[in-house]
């Protein structure tokens, strides 16, 4: 799996990229949880019951909902579950349609990803032009898992990692410390 290969395209959506196959581990997720209202329910759309989105979630008391195309739920053809906020870390190959597609349902969201080339290609500078989002950025690089089997995230992208989100932050920048051992 190579990080640098983020524009590589899945042949088409419902398609696993082996490209998108990193896990995200619990320090990147953590600086969420403060800006979440108690008990506010969330959907993972691109997580197993193995992700540490579901488990750090669940943990501080949300109720998750996860869904994932190994269990045939493509998020962009699934019905929208009852939730408040949609949290995750999409497919980067996807991103422009991922962000479409989430401003299309109009949750609020928080979406974890490389911040180099965001909004560049015509279609997601007019996209996120025409839509209000905010940006959580970090002081550190964030490394990945390559497998929930892994005890260490041993990916390095060589590239900052930023959550776009949607009516979560209280302003349209926020600056966080990640706590990265
Ligand atoms: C970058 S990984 C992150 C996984 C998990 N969210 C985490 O952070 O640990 C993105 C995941 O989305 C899955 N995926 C790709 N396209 C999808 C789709 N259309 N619907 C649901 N999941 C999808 C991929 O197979 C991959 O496991």
Redesign the pocket.
């Known amino acids: 799996m190579k990080l640098d290969l983020i524009t590589n395209k899945?042949e088409k959506?419902?398609e696993?990229?082996p490209n998108?196959?990193?896990?995200?581990p619990n320090y990147a997720i953590a600086p969420l949880l403060k800006y979440l209202p108690k008990g506010s329910r969330i959907w993972?759309?691109?997580?197993t019951q193995e992700?540490?989105?579901v488990k750090m979630l669940a943990e501080n008391g949300h109720p998750v909902v996860w869904?994932?195309?190994?269990t045939n739920?493509?998020?962009?053809t699934m019905e929208v579950p009852e939730c408040d906020y949609i949290i995750?870390?999409?497919?980067?190959s996807?991103k422009a349609e991922v962000f479409e597609r989430l401003f299309e349902i109009g949750k609020p969201f928080a979406m974890?990803v490389g911040v180099v080339g965001i909004f560049e290609s015509q279609r997601r500078f007019t996209m996120f032009k025409n839509n209000d989002f905010e940006i959580m950025y970090f002081d550190k690089r964030i490394s990945y898992?390559k497998s929930y089997a892994d005890q260490k995230p041993s990916l390095n992208p060589p590239f900052s990692s930023v959550y776009i989100c949607k009516d979560l932050l209280p302003k349209q920048i926020v600056f966080e410390a990640l706590a990265k051992k």
Do not use: I, K, M, R
């Open positions: 899945a959506q419902g696993v990229n998108d196959e990193f896990y995200t993972c759309p691109f997580d992700s540490n989105y869904s994932h195309l190994c739920q493509d998020f962009f995750s870390n999409p497919p980067y996807l974890l898992f």
